[in-house]
């Protein structure tokens, strides 16, 4: 039997709606500041939902050649970017020694949703001559990662994950299966999504799945409080650089934590709403505690998926009391989207960052507008004020529609 690498986490990238880049998304979190305002991307006037979490200020210049920016659309830009800092990050240097071992996987939910609607309005106003070239692989969701290794000139193993909000963390699991094989020394992994559009708010809101508190849209993204009515969309990127231990160690880079780690699972219930009692999520928890080797009760803190729905937050807290039976009232449960909304694609990937980020900084990030807890959400999910904590372990979940479920679990590096 081979013997499976340890993988370490030598880079981070982050574009939310709370920032563009690590400290500004990490400042603004940790002072409880929320990224939620009226969508200025389209006039949703004549819609019930006007909010969402958008990413403000973008410039895809620092990140891109100018000629290649208008061959992409916007759920790129944001990848290429999180992706740029996350290798810059990572002082991680591609050259024609290594490419062949560095690789990419990088996924989106929903992909070029924005091309799509634009185009199809072309078409139908101006025909078909004024469709560009380009339109194909500005929508196709595997190109986010195409491109980050043609900027780079990784050559290893490409790939992108689709799994709705599951997304991210399906795609930095799959990347350290990848490098724990011995297929990859690194990996650039997580998720982007930007599909802040017309027909996703509508298609979001028809489903009643998004909170309609336009008035107050700081305070509309409320994981476990018994006021909320929905989730907010965010967009964004958030990226890693995954790294054999050896190869770390190697050219002495900066560790930031150890991916110990990853479970799957399905519900196999429903499309949209989670099985009873939390059961796809419990075995998912499950499954990564035995991949990692660890008892429930070392668990410090969990990045949960803690989307502000009804019976999403009711049912993940159902399945962390399940998995960890009392330890569940002893560690902390919080939801950073009560401060980015939801990132569908990217959300895996921004939560795996800030994850490790809290192992690093010893700082537990708030659960913003967490103001009347929901009687069937009794855990500590670290109500309205970041906390500081030494943390030795951290879970971070990521739950889609169709059921589909992963996990991710982070350790404080403490040595080889």
């Known amino acids: 039997m081979i013997e499976k690498r340890r993988v370490v986490v030598t880079g981070l990238g982050l574009v939310t709606p709370l920032g563009i880049g690590v400290e500004a998304s990490w400042d603004a979190a940790v002072a409880g500041r929320s990224g939620i305002g009226p969508i200025t991307q389209f006039d949703a006037s004549p819609y019930p939902v006007r909010i969402a979490g958008e990413v ?19 759920f790129i830009h944001f990848a290429m970017a999180a992706a740029t800092m996350a290798v810059e990050d990572s002082g991680l240097s591609i050259t024609e020694q290594n490419a062949e071992r560095v690789g990419v996987v990088i996924g989106a939910g929903m992909g070029g949703l924005p091309a799509i609607e634009h185009y199809h309005k072309v078409l139908m106003e101006k025909g078909h001559r004024k469709i560009t070239p380009f339109f194909i692989p500005m929508i196709i969701i595997n190109l986010a990662a195409g491109n980050v290794s043609i900027k780079f000139g990784a050559k290893g193993p490409n790939s992108a994950a689709v799994t709705a909000c599951a997304t991210g963390s399906h795609s930095i699991g799959d990347a350290y299966r990848i490098i724990q094989r011995g297929e990859a020394d690194a990996m650039i ?31 509309a993204s409320r994981p476990f409080d018994a006021q909320r ?15 054999s231990l050896e190869s770390a160690l190697a050219r002495k880079a900066r560790i930031y934590a ?52 009804k019976y999403g937050d009711e049912l993940e807290s159902a399945a962390v009391k399940e998995v960890f039976g009392d330890h569940a009232y002893k560690l902390c449960v919080g939801s950073t989207k009560s401060m980015t909304g939801h990132l569908l694609g990217a959300a895996g990937g921004v939560e795996a960052v ?3 980020l809290s192992i690093h900084r010893s700082m537990l990030l708030p659960t913003i507008n967490l103001e009347n807890p929901d009687p ?20 971070s979940n990521s739950f889609g529609f169709g059921g589909t479920n992963a996990c991710l679990l982070f350790k404080k590096y403490s040595g080889a």
């Open 56 to 74: 403000k200020g973008f410039d895809p210049s620092p990140y891109i050649e100018a000629k290649e920016i208008k061959k992409m659309d916007r």
């Open 189 to 219: 992994a997580g998720g982007t999504e930007s599909v802040i559009t017309p027909l996703a708010v509508v298609g979001f809101s028809v489903m009643k799945a998004l909170s309609v508190r336009n008035d107050e849209p700081e305070k």
């Open 229 to 243: 009515d929905g989730f907010v969309m965010g967009e964004g990127s958030g990226v890693l650089i995954l790294e």
């Open 258 to 309: 150890e991916l110990i780690g990853y479970g799957m699972s399905s519900d196999a219930y429903h499309i949209t709403t989670p099985a009873p009692e939390g059961a796809g999520a419990a075995r998912c928890m499950k499954a990564t505690l035995k991949d990692a080797g660890i008892g429930p009760e070392n668990i410090n803190y969990i990045n949960a998926h803690g989307t502000s729905t």
């Open 354 to 356: 800030f994850s490790i």
């Open 376 to 395: 069937e959400c009794d855990l500590d999910y670290i109500p309205n004020k970041a906390r500081p904590a030494d943390i030795g372990y951290a879970m």
